[in-house]
């Protein structure tokens, strides 16, 4: 979708995504912006390529409503089901439960003045209509700015038909798009010519400017006369626009050298944006060497097929989705599609072994943040490997193997989605099945949700030791141990927790997953009075993490060791370690690390006097808890506390203040919510994903990661199956 970029809700929202240099159009800018200030559902229609998309931009950037303008591009998305996903990702939504997306958009964004702009939803049609429908009719103060090629049909959706550029503004954009390859052109007839022939389509004005560094205007509309005649039988002034589209395009793609054009048709293969790396890897190879790939790629973008942007992930590229069809429809025609798809996948697939594998390291951030960027690119192989045949064992250990981004980055209900659908399939690879199953039932205990947690567990616990696979065996008795810490079964928690422990030492396994399992070791023995346990074990983990440079697992062993504290009293070391694990938490939006540290942050506040700031912290921890699941798991030990510093406070300022202070609270938003927390204790809140220092690479020392990884490891990653 958007790549790595989730801003939080701001005034400005998260629109400059992509703000080109705008030709022309003044009139057409001025009669949308009134639309929008008319209408609640505006709809931006025309032929592909016509400029649709930075015009409603363009429009979408001059509102200024309350809660910013949020962009969704979905002409990567496939799936009708993923929609409601687009949405929630693009409006940087958590949530943690078994609600749909749906329900999580209706309560999040309700009493916001919000801009919604749906880009490039042609093909979702049905899906986005009945969406838009349902959010404008409970959200009163959303406003829809729809972008595509045919209308929604939705009640109440008010039509905005773009046509080409004038003759003007063409030979403006044409000349333009020359001025950027350090070529002058000046006004005259050949090149107003040109624009004519081309309908004033900016696309196509766009590709045939790209040409000029080896043409003159004059030798282009040779050119395009030629073309034009062949296809047309001279009847040129009946031409359709999208026939014209496409003939400049097919055009273009006739001068392209046969590298060109190959790798054209190769590039199709990826959703959204791609790296050089992936591209490197996936396009080459049957005519076209790896080395090749960036000198003919430089080409492609130097004739506008291809698109550069600068991400927080590094560089990246992209073809306008008129342009990656086109060059579909090649790679389809020479029968290649089905083996560059099993490329893409091949290298999808390697990218998150490799994440799974650097989650464990010092480059944690810049995994989240690559993972972000390329979640169009592996949902695409996720939905390869399951819809074909004999395949379902890759698309079991692919969705487990992201474990990490889903429930340590906020995904847990795609990440489900996933995995259920990855297992109700029959694999006769038993790994592979095993690790999908242990990670569903981390997943549903995340969410709250106990019994198709033990469900899957139990299933991989009995199927990982009729297979004698020691992994899976100890990874379905650490998450059912887990199980039982949130449920308050702490006798029987501490029995598998420590016996997981054992089993992940015998067979030499270390990662976050096992750190994670002492730190839920600690709870029990903090739970159960043991505070010195709880400090040894806890400190072992900090020790470890800051040696690896792990900082997900680190920030609950912070939580534990502050819970520590505070039981001790020393209230000013509690506030330093819960103001740690809170901005690490946040930082890779796990919600659950935030609502627990924020929970904790109001006990020590009230400890330290200030109870009026506790019910406002407690206020907002109650408006996050719903997009978590169960408020502190419905465990009457994870509950104590909260029950403590609500007492406390109450006592301090009356029944009616402390109401008022809590439902101040309400009012924060997630964003607002930890900004104040970190602010009160001078602590500067972070972004959210750090952005890397420089793109990451999938090179390890010693290993060419050209070669996609086909299969886990044993040893130092999350592995199990």
């Known amino acids: 979708m958007r790549g790595p970029q989730r801003p939080g809700p701001s005034a400005d929202g998260n629109l400059p995504l992509e703000l080109t240099v705008f030709v022309g159009r003044s009139a057409e800018l001025g009669e949308l912006s009134r639309a929008l200030g008319s209408g609640r559902l505006v709809t931006v229609t025309g032929a592909g390529g016509v400029g649709k998309s930075r015009l409603a931009a363009r429009a979408a950037a001059g509102v200024a409503p309350r809660d910013g303008v949020w962009r969704v591009e979905l002409a990567p998305v496939r799936d009708p089901e993923f929609v409601e996903y687009a949405v929630a990702e693009a409006l940087g939504l958590t949530d943690h439960t078994t609600r749909l997306p ?129 296809l047309t039988g001279g009847g040129q002034d009946a031409l359709p626009r999208h026939r014209t589209l496409r003939t400049a395009i097919g055009w273009s793609h006739e001068l392209c050298t046969p590298a060109e054009r190959l790798l054209w048709a190769r590039l199709s293969v990826f959703a959204g944006t791609f790296d050089l790396e992936a591209a490197e890897y996936v396009c080459s190879g049957d005519g076209l060497a790896a080395e090749e790939v960036l000198d003919v790629l430089a080409e492609l973008l130097a004739q506008s097929v291809v698109c550069r942007a ?23 025609a020479t029968g ?23 989650w464990f390291s010092p480059r944690q951030g810049e995994v989240a943040a690559r993972v972000e960027s390329e979640l169009p690119n592996l949902r695409a192989a996720l939905d390869h490997c399951l819809t074909e045949p004999d395949e379902a064992h890759l698309g079991q250990y692919l969705a487990g193997s992201l474990w990490f981004h889903w429930a340590g980055c906020g995904r847990l209900s795609e990440g489900r989605r996933w995995l259920e659908r990855s297992l109700e399939l029959d694999s006769e690879y038993p790994q592979s099945r095993l690790k ?12 709250g949700d106990a019994v198709p947690a033990l469900s899957a567990l139990q299933e991989c616990r009995a199927k990982a030791e009729l297979a004698a696979d020691p992994t899976a065996v100890a990874y379905a008795e650490h998450r059912t141990g887990c199980l039982a810490l949130v449920t308050d079964d702490m006798a029987r928690a501490e029995t598998l927790l420590r016996s997981a422990l054992h089993r992940y030492q015998e067979i030499g396994e270390l990662n976050s997953n096992v750190l994670m399992a002492q730190v839920e070791l600690a709870m029990t023995r903090a739970f159960r009075g043991d505070l010195a346990d709880a400090v040894r074990l806890c400190e072992d983990v900090r020790r470890v993490c800051e040696d690896h440079g792990e900082r997900w697992a680190r920030s609950y062993a912070l939580y534990v060791l502050a819970y520590a504290a505070w039981q001790d009293g020393d209230h000013a070391v509690a506030r330093e370690l819960l103001t740690d694990c809170l901005g690490n938490a946040h930082g890779f939006r796990d919600l659950l690390g935030s609502v627990l540290s924020i929970e904790l942050l109001a006990l020590v506040t009230v400890a330290q006097d200030d109870p009026a700031e506790a019910a406002v912290l407690q206020g907002a921890a109650g408006r996050m808890w719903p997009s978590v699941g169960l408020p502190l798991f419905g465990s009457a030990h994870y509950n104590a506390p909260h029950e403590l510093c609500a007492a406390t406070a109450r006592r301090a300022l009356g029944e009616e203040r402390y109401a008022e202070c809590v439902r101040q609270g309400a009012r924060l938003d997630r964003e607002a919510a930890v900004a104040r927390a970190l602010k009160y204790f001078g602590v500067r809140p972070p972004e959210v994903l750090p952005a890397p220092r420089g793109p990451v690479r999938q090179r390890r020392e010693g290993t060419d990661m050209r070669k996609p990884a086909a299969s886990p490891t044993r040893k130092g990653g999350e592995t199990a199956g």
């Open 336 to 358: 290649d599609a089905g083996r560059l798809r099993r490329r893409h996948r091949d290298w999808f697939m390697g990218l998150a072994t490799w994440c799974e594998l650097e």
């Open 102 to 230: 749906r329900e999580t958009l209706l309560e999040q964004l309700a009493g916001r003045r919000v801009l919604l702009l749906l880009d490039g939803f042609e093909h979702l049609v049905d899906a986005c209509a009945e969406l838009v429908a349902e959010l404008l009719r409970r959200l009163p103060d959303l406003a829809v700015l729809a972008v595509g090629r045919r209308p929604l049909g939705v009640a109440g959706e008010l039509l905005f038909p773009v046509g080409p550029l004038g003759e003007d503004e063409a030979v403006e954009l044409f000349a333009e798009r020359a001025g950027r390859q350090g070529l002058q052109v000046r006004d005259c007839a050949e090149v107003r010519e040109v624009c004519r022939r081309l309908d004033g389509i900016p696309l196509a004005v766009e590709l045939a400017a790209g040409r000029l560094r080896a043409l003159s205007p004059g030798q282009l509309l040779e050119r395009l006369d030629d073309r034009f005649r062949l």
């Open 310 to 332: 600068e991400t927080p992930s590094g560089v990246r590229y992209r073809m306008l989705d008129t342009v990656r069809a086109y060059g579909a429809d090649w790679l389809a």
């Open 436 to 447: 999908a199953l242990w990670v569903l039932g981390y997943v549903a205990i995340l969410q």
